[in-house]
């Protein structure tokens, strides 16, 4: 019996070596390279905590598949872009040219995330971006090769806006940074608010990523809105809802914004975030199995609750996903990676999204409360709403 075995054994595979007129080498199946994914976050200054829970959700949901994506390993390189836009080509560079990445995820901050875009585009790289929503990059510089799994500056700003004015406030003072983001932010905010019968009675900035609110707080004390909006996120949220309680202002003008204010910032805010009222297309305590799920994991895994920028960086993967999927696993298959992500429907922890014409996400805006650690549901602001895409053409 065993002789009878080897023969046949024996036999078939020099036929298959006739067949193929093949050495041995190149008939075992090739062992597909990792493919290498660049992740470019802020890992230190005021967005840090930002960009470490985009990362831990992207690998969470790398961890879930068992190490794998669409059954191809992962290799994994990092660059910090410190939030600075003066670096952003050459970081981004590091990763496209010098790495030779497959893939690029990030970043947080929109002007460094512009940067980002058009390096991508140029070199037609794969560029995921799990957070910065510069609207532009989703307008008139939008790419085939370029997406977001977050949202535009203009989606939960606008929102609020209408929301704002639903809730009869009249004239509102905005305040934030002076870059990209925070700028936009107050842009989409005002078209809500005068479209719905609001005025901005002022606008004021402080450069990025000054704390120094004092000489604004006082203005605005002496002006009396009826609402203050504002956008700040990370550590400056953290100062900026401090300060603006500290100066007791929060009893008689509410603070509001899109849900950076007050997302992942809880715990250090405390008393001073207690009962404000922000839109963002996610909250703490969404009646979602999906979150459910994705929340107990990364809170068993990491020690520490999920915000908004951890689903944006689980979002990222799974859209990677879909795109691997539609190429068999082949990301050199641009192309048909590309379509995979338009087509895909994203089972995210935020509720199930497609992506717009211009790749960004279609979805809920929720309207939430902050009751102790956390940004409460409190209803929906805007069903799925969907960045205009002013001047994007593919
Ligand atoms: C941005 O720069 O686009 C940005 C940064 C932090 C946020 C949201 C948007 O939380």
Same mark, same amino acid.
């Given at each position: 019996?065993?002789?009878?075995?080897?023969?046949?054994?024996?036999?078939?595979?020099?036929?298959?070596?006739?067949?193929?007129?093949?050495?041995?080498?190149?008939?075992?199946?090739?062992?597909?390279?990792?493919?290498?994914?660049?992740?470019?976050?802020?890992?230190?200054?005021?967005?840090?905590?930002?960009?470490?829970?985009?990362?831990?959700?992207?690998?969470?949901?790398?961890?879930?598949?068992?190490?794998?994506?669409?059954?191809?390993?992962?290799?994994?390189?990092?660059?910090?872009?410190?939030?600075?836009?003066?670096?952003?080509?050459?970081?981004?560079?590091?990763?496209?040219?010098?790495?030779?990445?497959?893939?690029?995820?990030?970043?947080?901050?929109?002007?460094?995330?512009?940067? =980002?875009?058009?390096?991508?585009?140029?070199?037609?790289?794969?560029?995921?971006?799990?957070?910065?929503?510069?609207?532009?990059?989703?307008?008139?510089?939008?790419?085939?090769?370029?997406?977001?799994?977050?949202?535009?500056?203009?989606?939960?700003?606008?929102?609020?806006?209408?929301?704002?004015?639903?809730?009869?406030?009249?004239?509102?003072?905005?305040?934030?940074?002076?870059?990209?983001?925070?700028?936009?932010?107050?842009?989409?905010?005002?078209?809500?608010?005068?479209?719905?019968?609001?005025?901005? =009675?002022?606008?004021?900035?402080?450069?990025?990523?000054?704390?120094?609110?004092?000489?604004?707080?006082?203005?605005?004390?002496?002006?009396?809105?009826?609402?203050?909006?504002?956008?700040?996120?990370?550590?400056?949220?953290?100062?900026?809802?401090?300060?603006?309680?500290?100066?007791?202002?929060?009893?008689?003008?509410?603070?509001?914004?899109?849900?950076?204010?007050?997302?992942?910032?809880?715990?250090?805010?405390?008393?001073?975030?207690?009962?404000?009222?922000?839109?963002?297309?996610?909250?703490?305590?969404?009646?979602?199995?999906?979150?459910?799920?994705?929340?107990?994991?990364?809170?068993?895994?990491?020690?520490?609750?999920?915000? &908004?920028?951890? &689903?944006?960086?689980?979002?990222?993967?799974?859209?990677?996903?879909?795109?691997?999927?539609?190429?068999?696993?082949?990301?050199?298959?641009?192309?048909?990676?590309?379509?995979?992500?338009?087509?895909?429907?994203?089972?995210?922890?935020?509720?199930?999204?497609?992506?717009?014409?211009?790749?960004?996400?279609?979805?809920?805006?929720?309207?939430?409360?902050?009751?102790?650690?956390?940004?409460?549901?409190?209803?929906?602001?805007?069903?799925?709403?969907?960045?205009?895409?002013?001047?994007?053409?593919?």
């Amino acid at each position: 019996m065993f002789h009878r075995h080897s023969t046949i054994h024996l036999t078939l595979a020099a036929a298959a070596f006739v067949l193929t007129g093949a050495s041995h080498a190149q008939t075992a199946p090739a062992k597909a390279a990792p493919i290498k994914v660049g992740l470019m976050l802020p890992y230190t200054g005021t967005y840090a905590n930002l960009g470490n829970m985009i990362e831990n959700g992207f690998k969470l949901y790398v961890q879930e598949q068992g190490g794998k994506l669409a059954g191809q390993e992962i290799q994994y390189f990092k660059v910090d872009d410190e939030s600075d836009p003066s670096k952003a080509t050459d970081n981004v560079n590091k990763l496209i040219k010098r790495d030779q990445v497959d893939v690029v995820i990030g970043t947080v901050h929109s002007g460094v995330a512009l940067a =980002m875009a058009r390096a991508a585009k140029e070199s037609n790289k794969l560029l995921i971006i799990p957070n910065a929503g510069a609207d532009a990059i989703t307008g008139p510089i939008c790419s085939k090769t370029v997406f977001r799994s977050s949202f535009s500056n203009w989606q939960p700003a606008y929102a609020m806006g209408q929301l704002a004015a639903k809730k009869g406030y009249k004239k509102a003072i905005t305040v934030t940074w002076n870059y990209a983001a925070g700028n936009e932010s107050v842009k989409g905010f005002a078209e809500g608010f005068e479209k719905g019968g609001g005025k901005i =009675m002022q606008s004021m900035n402080i450069a990025f990523p000054n704390v120094e609110f004092q000489a604004l707080l006082t203005q605005i004390a002496s002006q009396k809105p009826d609402v203050v909006y504002s956008f700040f996120a990370g550590g400056g949220a953290v100062k900026f809802v401090k300060d603006y309680a500290a100066t007791g202002m929060n009893k008689t003008i509410p603070l509001v914004g899109p849900g950076f204010l007050t997302d992942g910032t809880l715990e250090a805010q405390g008393a001073a975030a207690q009962g404000m009222i922000t839109t963002l297309h996610y909250a703490d305590n969404l009646n979602i199995a999906r979150d459910k799920a994705f929340r107990l994991n990364f809170a068993k895994t990491y020690k520490t609750n999920a915000d &908004v920028y951890a &689903v944006q960086g689980y979002d990222a993967a799974q859209m990677l996903t879909a795109g691997l999927k539609a190429a068999n696993g082949d990301i050199r298959k641009l192309e048909q990676v590309v379509t995979g992500i338009e087509k895909a429907e994203i089972d995210s922890p935020r509720g199930k999204f497609k992506l717009s014409a211009s790749h960004n996400p279609v979805h809920d805006i929720y309207i939430r409360q902050v009751k102790g650690n956390l940004n409460e549901f409190q209803g929906v602001a805007i069903k799925q709403l969907a960045d205009p895409g002013r001047g994007c053409k593919m």
